[in-house]
Nanobody, 116 residues
Framework: QVQLVESGGGLVQPGGSLRLSCAAS????????MGWYRQPPGKQRELVAI???????VSADSVKGRFTISRDNAKSTVYLQMNSLTPEDTAAYYC??????????WGQGTQVTVSS
């Protein structure tokens, strides 16, 4: 059984910053990809950023230059540093982990609301 525990969401003013964390635990034998997706109200879930085991990353154009993804392999944790937030970043943010055997896991989601 694998659990993903997300934290760091909340309410922030436009231009502010938040840092999301997602820690994986349980019977997961090697992690390949870790990443963040988001689902704005009334819209489909979309990729925010992912990071591979070699440290390479892929980010959505809408967050490039503002969001940074990183991971701590020793802690099986992925982070998303979000700067210069705008109301368009308001969404439920979901952590995703893909194990080396191809198993796919999702977190429960954490809400990020950008509003004055």
């Amino acid at each position: 059984q694998v659990q993903l525990v997300e934290s760091g969401g909340g309410l922030v003013q436009p231009g502010g910053s938040l840092r999301l964390s997602c820690a994986a635990s349980g019977s997961i034998f090697g992690i390949n990809v870790m990443g963040w997706y988001r689902q704005p109200p009334g819209k489909q879930r979309e990729l925010v950023a992912i990071i591979y085991s070699d440290g390479s990353t892929v980010s959505a154009d809408s967050v490039k230059g503002r969001f940074t993804i990183s991971r701590d392999n020793a802690k099986s944790t992925v982070y998303l540093q979000m700067n210069s937030l705008t109301p368009e970043d308001t969404a439920a943010y979901y952590c995703r982990v893909v194990a080396l055997n191809g198993s796919n896991y999702w977190g429960q989601g954490t809400q990020v609301t950008v509003s004055s």
